[in-house]
């Protein structure tokens, strides 16, 4: 396991925005782009917006550090003509006092924390009780996969048929991979995989409540970390929130915290 460093953190903040920005042009390549996206760069930061999905993580600034505070009034003003509030993601790497203090300035105060993992891959197959099965998912399960995402994260069945549509056009997307955990041939349990130059990043995973306390979750993380080491992956990276039980499952995977990361919104 490689040790830290200032380097290394940096490598896997980079990772979460690449993915991200797969992600979101993707979304906007939909036929007339619905969710209307934006993705635009100042300096080294990547700045998201979405007025179709109006939350925090599609509408957020990543990479902000101290050699772009001169641009925070146009990234400030972007997000005012289209009409979104921003959310600034800054690492320890970028948590300069100076740069706070201006986001401070600007009405922005910590509205939470974010935690970060690494690993290295590792090729070892998980032993799975005979009534459950990890797999890829299928093109045509994308409404499976969506109904653990709303389910799983307490999300109204209303958003079933969105999260379906913008996700699906993730699946066969270079890069991109689905799995689904089974119970007893039921889909109960769903994780993302993203693989782009060598890392690996494991951007979501998700348990329907009434299948939670079976090593699903767990399983997904193995079963992807497998994977990347087959696709001969030199490092693994993902999200948690800090000292949840997805956090406590990857450091059982082997996963090391990277860092955490504060998340500042507008008062």
Request: glycine share 8%; hydrophobic share 40%.
């Amino acid at each position: 396991m490689a040790i830290l460093s200032k380097q290394l953190a940096e490598q896997i903040e980079q990772s979460e925005i690449e993915f991200m920005t797969d992600r979101m042009a993707a979304i906007r390549e939909r036929q007339g782009n619905p969710e209307r996206v934006e993705v635009r760069s100042f300096g080294s930061a990547k700045a998201f917006i979405s007025k179709g999905m109006p939350w925090p993580q599609f509408n957020a600034v990543k990479g902000f550090g101290p050699d772009e505070l001169p641009l925070l009034p146009d990234i400030l003003a972007y997000y005012e003509e289209a009409g979104c509030r921003p959310q600034f993601e800054i690492t320890p790497i970028h948590a300069a006092p100076e740069l706070l203090r201006a986001l401070s300035e600007q009405g922005f105060v910590p509205g939470g924390f974010h935690a970060s993992f690494y690993t290295v891959p590792e090729q070892s197959v998980m032993p799975l009780p005979s009534n459950i099965r990890i797999r890829r998912l299928e093109r045509d399960e994308m409404t499976d996969y969506a109904r653990i995402h709303c389910l799983g994260f307490g999300m109204d069945e209303s958003g079933i048929a969105p999260i379906a549509i913008n996700n699906g056009v993730l699946h066969g997307r270079p890069g991109w991979q689905f799995y689904v955990g089974l119970v007893d041939g039921e889909p109960a349990a769903a994780g993302v995989l993203y693989i782009r130059q060598g890392t690996a990043s494991l951007t979501f995973a998700a348990t329907l409540p009434k299948y939670r306390s079976r090593g699903l979750h767990y399983a997904l993380l193995r079963r992807r970390i497998h994977e990347s080491a087959l696709s001969d992956c030199r490092l693994i990276v993902s999200q948690a929130a800090y000292l949840s039980p997805s956090h406590r499952n990857m450091e059982r995977a082997g996963m090391k915290l990277a860092y955490t990361r504060i998340n500042m919104i507008r008062k």
